[in-house]
């Protein structure tokens, strides 16, 4: 009983979160990058014999993962932004992110054989979005950051002991900043409490409200994706 109202509670996290994903953007940065993560998870279940292998129970996980990227677009008419007024050109948009999550983790695995499992997440998280907008003669930056409710779902094969597929779509919302993250990885345990994941990664961060001055755009949006590299610690 008690598991099941935890997978309530989280996966009522996860889908509030979901409905309040990020919003459209009008003025949109886009690249292809690589992508690194780090994770450290204590896990607070009984069975510890081997926490770097994916199991059942219960576990406080704390992320970080960042991005960087560049792309250029263009303005049809003026633009303030960071103290600047730029006319109409085409403008370069250079950004960085960092995210850092602290979350309630439950997973569960299914069937005889034990392979597939999903887990859930449910926490609190902190992203800053550094952008540098710049012209034909003209250079701005801002820093935007914020804090906010992180809710994940995910789902993992695991096709040998120490060796799994896995795929995480995770959420954060502060009511100024708000975006997704999508991974996909194979995880492979190399210590007892140490893993290596290897993958996928798309990352999407949406600026807007309070967060941004008059005459700027209504909405920021920066995304990057490509390959990902993370290690995980596990105790």
Request: aromatic share 12%; charged share 20%; glycine share 12%.
């Amino acid at each position: 009983m008690r598991s099941a109202s935890l997978l309530a509670v989280l996966g009522a996290t996860v889908l509030a979160a979901c409905a309040a994903g990020p919003a459209s953007n009008d003025f949109d940065f886009e690249d292809h990058a690589f992508i690194p993560s780090v994770r450290v998870s204590g896990n607070i279940s009984s069975d510890r014999s081997s926490p770097s292998e994916p199991q059942d129970g219960h576990a406080i996980e704390f992320g970080l993962t960042g991005m960087r990227g560049s792309d250029s677009v263009s303005s049809d008419k003026p633009l303030t932004y960071g103290g600047e007024t730029f006319a109409p050109q085409e403008l370069r948009g250079e950004f960085d992110a960092r995210s850092v999550e602290l979350a309630y983790r439950y997973r569960a695995f299914f069937g005889r054989s034990q392979a597939f499992g999903i887990e859930l997440l449910g926490g609190a998280g902190y992203t800053e979005l550094g952008l540098t907008i710049s012209g034909a003669a003209q250079r701005a930056s801002r820093n935007f950051s914020n804090s906010g409710l992180v809710g994940a779902f995910g789902v993992i094969w695991r096709f040998r002991p120490a060796t799994s597929l896995q795929g995480r779509y995770s959420i954060f919302d502060s009511g100024g900043i708000e975006g997704y993250r999508f991974d996909l990885y194979v995880a492979q345990a190399l210590t007892r409490n140490a893993l290596v994941r290897v993958g996928f990664t798309d990352w999407q961060l949406g600026v807007e409200g309070d967060q941004i001055p008059p005459s700027a755009p209504p909405s920021i949006g920066v995304r990057s994706s490509g390959p990902s590299l993370g290690f995980d610690f596990a105790y």
